[in-house]
């Protein structure tokens, strides 16, 4: 019987991977898990084609990084610009706030992006292992999201910020690992 | 920060580790499945776990949404990572299984983290002149009103 903690590994994905799944849950019901618990339990790709599973491996990786770095962004300006949900349900209603946020042009090209990134690792979990998949492109998500925040959002990365998203990186990776 | 934040990124946390859990252990018991045969994707659907698991996530979605209208991105993010911790201290004290040191390096390093960014500001508070545009006007005013914090 396999451990709880070996399925865990499994789950410990990019951490807009929940948001992904959420989006993807609704665009194509189910098809990824489904995938996603078929193709772990093959051994990633034979040794004649090393080279080209690797470069795949790792196009994949960076695309999910990429794609869920830009949903996480879209995401984040699409709520600012919404505004404080708690304050803003208070004055016009829930079903109001919802409305807003559907409609925001941001909100849906961040689904989109977050989407895109559900089906990169799709893709990159049937090229290569979980065992890299998961923590390279959990930790570097976190960094290109301290990077992007800082460039995209005009967020005050400071030292502190800085630090927590490398220990964070940092810890992900050996829980993942 | 008050405490209905601090439930919202709670709820963040939980939502998404327990919809993770839930879906990926309901996904196993129905096995592959895909678009081309339709009535599978209704079976899985229907199991509890599968079922649970998608309303988890959208849980997780709103909640997730709603911490981003009032905090950064750089304080959301590392302030949620505490739910890979939560699921390797369920699988140590209630499923009785082995950490190995390297991943409670893992968890020390992620707390830590989160640590880090608790003591700091949620939201990064931009002069009305530079970025006012990226700012509804609605958010600056709470976040500056005084009863808007505790």
């Known amino acids: ?177 | 920060m008050n405490f209905r934040k601090y439930l919202v990124l709670a709820g963040v946390t939980v939502f998404a580790a327990a919809g993770d859990s839930m879906l990926s252990h309901g996904m196993k018991q129905t096995g592959n499945i895909s678009l081309n045969h339709l009535p599978s994707v209704i079976f899985a659907i229907l199991n509890p776990w599968v079922a649970g698991g998608i309303l988890l996530l959208l849980a997780f979605f709103a909640t997730y949404m709603t911490a981003l209208s009032w905090a950064d991105l750089t304080y959301v993010l590392p302030a949620t990572s505490l739910g890979y911790v939560l699921l390797a201290l369920v699988a140590r004290f209630l499923l009785h299984e082995h950490v190995s040191p390297l991943r409670w390096l893992g968890i020390a390093l992620i707390t830590g983290g989160v640590g880090f960014i608790a003591g700091g500001p949620e939201l990064t508070k931009h002069e009305p002149h530079e970025h006012g545009a990226v700012q509804a006007p609605e958010s600056v005013g709470a976040a500056l009103s005084p009863g808007a914090e505790p």
């Open chain 1, 1 to 177: 019987m396999r451990s709880f903690l070996s399925r865990l590994r499994r789950f410990i994905i990019p951490r807009s991977f929940p948001t992904a799944c959420a989006v993807g849950c609704i665009l194509s019901p189910l098809r990824g898990y489904g995938a996603v618990s078929n193709v772990s339990q093959h051994s990633p790709g034979s040794s004649s084609s090393l080279h080209a599973s690797v470069l795949y491996t790792w196009s994949a990786i960076l695309a999910i990084v990429f794609a869920s770095v830009v949903g996480d962004v879209l995401l984040a300006r699409a709520m600012k610009q919404v505004g404080d949900v708690g304050a803003l349900r208070r004055r016009v209603g829930l079903v109001a706030v919802i409305g807003r946020t559907l409609s925001n042009p941001n909100f849906l090209l961040g689904v989109m992006a977050m989407a895109v990134a559900f089906f990169s690792l799709l893709f990159a979990l049937s090229w290569g292992d979980v065992s890299l998949v998961a923590p390279a492109a959990a930790s570097l998500t976190f960094i290109g999201n301290a990077v992007a925040a800082k460039i995209f959002l005009h967020e005050r990365v400071d030292r502190r910020r800085w630090i927590a998203a490398s220990l964070v990186a940092a810890g992900v990776a050996l829980l993942a690992g």
